[in-house]
């Protein structure tokens, strides 16, 4: 990653991006693009393509990300027990709501109106009543009969299968573990590969998490894990995955089709609620600009959705298709930077925080409380910029988390650490700098900052530091004004 100092982009949104790269956009010249247009974050996805192809694309976005000039943190999302149909004969299968279907073992369906899966154990865990939902959840079956060696299934909700779709089993208790033998395999390499994010899928418990967490520890790396919430068993045990986690997805692709996709947009705040609490960054998945995949413009309720987001206090929000196979990826992160801009724009509103619950499990109270403390103070002074050394990122985070509307300058001499802020809300990440000595810090970062165009003479400051006689503590404000 580059140390230069960052080329100066207009007006970074508050709001992170993260992209998905594919086949629209998968080269240096298009990921620089994208850069430019708003990207902070890319995900690969490794449900797609081998691992060769996965270092591909973190070799170009890295090699995007220095000729940008930008600090650009990578997101590995892993597959996770993704279940889906094997093949059908002729590639699709009408499904009449009313008729039958059978599931049976194997990979191949011999007899017409017979389903295979990926999920070998699958007719042995089925028990009767259960939903099986197909295809994103546009076919729902009721399980009728079990024989040996098939399911028979009504299908409740007709429609069109094709081969390897999605199958979802919303309440049913599989035995698949979350973290399987080729999440396992993809996570070392993601770890070793140094990136910057690990998303693991379909998390049922803080536990799969703490596998993870340990996985990427072993293997001598500082990736943060990414929990994808999409389960219902998820949903149960929020509290204690989103404190047991690094950051969260709202992943309302699957989520939609594990519970009622009338619940989605009430638990997509509850889940962003819970982020809160506990300062964990949050991302919203999925959708956000769909139509944009064959449009240069998005619908009006796929505008609302991320505006809605953002007032619901996403950190960030994520381009799905429509950056990684769309016709329009520049197009649709532009839009997502504009929606963002002009959401942003009204403070009051978007601002779903008041103070920090000094009371919540794993929170430091004395970061909280000076970080409160400081945004309020340059909100009163009309100070353009609030900076904040961080070692680790946390205390960046928590400047994020109270959302003040005066732009936050993270500063940290760990690559690491910068690239984590690439998904904290408002912190616009600044490589260097000494972080136990003010003054110090201080001249390097107005020297920075100026270079970089963030701020100008007559510019008021409000540094967030320590005393330094306690190294890990941020307890000291500091105000300057440029001259
Ligand atoms: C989702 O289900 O919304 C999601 C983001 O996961 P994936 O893209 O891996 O299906």
Redesign the pocket.
């Known amino acids: 990653m580059s140390e230069s100092s960052p080329r100066p982009r207009r007006r970074p949104s508050q709001t992170k991006i993260v992209a998905t790269v594919g086949p629209a956009c998968d080269e240096p010249a298009k990921l620089v693009e994208l850069i430019e247009a708003g990207v902070d974050v890319f995900r690969v996805?490794a449900?797609h393509g081998d691992r060769q192809e996965h270092q591909g694309s973190v070799d170009r976005i890295r090699e995007a990300g220095q000729a940008a000039g930008r600090v650009v943190a990578i997101l590995v999302?892993l597959?996770g027990p993704k279940i889906r149909l094997g093949e059908l004969p002729g590639g699709e299968m009408e499904c009449p709501t009313g008729d039958e279907v059978r599931f049976v073992r194997g990979d191949v369906a011999h007899e017409p109106g017979d389903l295979t899966t990926t999920y070998e154990p699958l007719l042995d865990e089925l028990q009767l009543g259960d939903r099986i939902m197909l295809a994103d959840g546009t076919v729902a079956l009721a399980v009728e009969r079990l024989d040996e060696g098939s399911a028979t299934c009504r299908i409740v909700q007709g429609g069109l299968l094709r081969s390897r779709q999605g199958v979802n089993l919303p309440g049913v208790k599989l035995s698949v573990p979350t973290l399987g033998a080729k999440d396992r395999e993809n996570a070392r390499w993601a770890a070793g590969a140094g990136v910057d994010f690990i998303g693991l899928?379909f998390v049922r418990s803080a536990d799969e998490l703490r596998a993870l967490q340990s996985l990427i520890e072993s293997e001598g790396a500082e990736a943060q894990v990414i929990a994808?919430i999409?389960k219902p068993e998820a949903l149960e045990d929020l509290d204690e995955i989103v404190q047991t986690t690094d950051g969260v997805?709202v992943?309302?692709?699957?989520?939609g089709v594990e519970i009622d996709i009338a619940r989605v947009p009430v638990v997509q705040k509850e889940i962003i609620d819970a982020c809160h609490r506990h300062r964990k960054p949050v991302i919203i998945?999925?959708q956000m600009l769909d139509s944009m995949q064959h449009a240069r413009l998005p619908t009006r309720a796929e505008a609302t959705d991320v505006a809605n987001a953002i007032l619901d206090g996403a950190d960030a929000c994520m381009l799905?298709g429509e950056t990684a196979i769309g016709r329009y990826p520049r197009e649709a992160v532009e839009m997502m930077h504009r929606i963002a801009l002009a959401t942003e724009s009204v403070p009051r509103r978007a601002r779903p925080v008041d103070a920090p619950d000094l009371a919540a499990e794993g929170v430091n109270q004395i970061t909280e409380a000076t970080t409160f403390a400081a945004g309020r103070l340059a909100e009163e002074l009309g100070a353009e910029t609030i900076v904040v050394a961080s070692a680790s990122g946390q205390t960046a985070l928590s400047l994020s988390k109270n959302r003040h509307f005066v732009p936050t300058i993270g500063v940290s001499d760990s690559q690491a650490t910068l690239r984590r802020m690439c998904l904290y809300w408002g912190v616009i990440p600044l490589p260097g700098a000494p972080t136990n000595n003010s003054a110090a810090l201080l001249e390097h970062v107005v020297q920075r900052g100026r270079a970089a165009g963030y701020f100008a003479e007559g510019d008021r400051l409000v540094l967030v530091s320590g005393t330094g006689l306690r190294t890990t503590r941020h307890n000291m404000i500091v105000v300057h004004e440029l001259d």
């Open positions: 996805n449900a999302d597959a899928s994808k999409e997805m992943a309302r692709g699957d989520l998945a999925t799905s």
